[in-house]
């Protein structure tokens, strides 16, 4: 049974950092791209960041680009999200986000409909 557990979440003020994990199991880590969305309050999923099997390729929403980096740890089964620059409306519950079984080896995507695993998410709150 694949789980996806995030933390790193809280409260933090405009300008400032978090960083986000997220910790896999019951899949392969290391074969398989991993992706970031965020959700805010009436507003629709939003796709965030995405790295490819390797780590060797990365992928970012237009609004998080250049403050915003993925990265993972296969080692320790762990995909990360290190925000900067954070601002209020960055504010949103993140989501990690693993795709199909038979999607080994993938580049990433940017589409939340090819990922099938989601973790609970974890509240971040920017304020002004």
């Known amino acids: 049974q694949v789980q996806l557990v995030e933390s790193g979440g809280g409260l933090v003020q405009a300008g400032g950092s978090l960083r986000l994990s997220c910790a896999a199991s019951?899949?392969?880590?290391?074969?398989?791209?991993m992706g970031w969305f965020r959700q805010a309050p009436g507003k629709e999923r939003e796709f965030v960041a995405a790295?490819?099997?390797?780590?060797?390729?990365?992928y970012y929403g237009d609004s998080v680009k250049g403050r915003f980096t993925i990265s993972r740890a296969n080692a320790k089964n762990t995909v990360y999200l290190q925000m900067n620059s954070l601002k209020p409306e960055d504010t949103a519950v993140y989501y990690c986000?693993?795709?199909?079984?038979?999607?080994?080896?993938?580049?990433?995507?940017?589409?939340?409909?090819?990922?099938?695993?989601w973790g609970q998410g974890t509240q971040v709150t920017v304020s002004s």
């Open positions: 986000a693993a795709p199909p079984p038979l999607s080994k080896y993938g580049l990433g995507s940017r589409n939340q409909y090819e990922y099938e695993y």
């Open positions: 019951g899949l392969t880590f290391s074969s398989y791209a």
């Open positions: 790295i490819s099997w390797s780590g060797g390729r990365t």
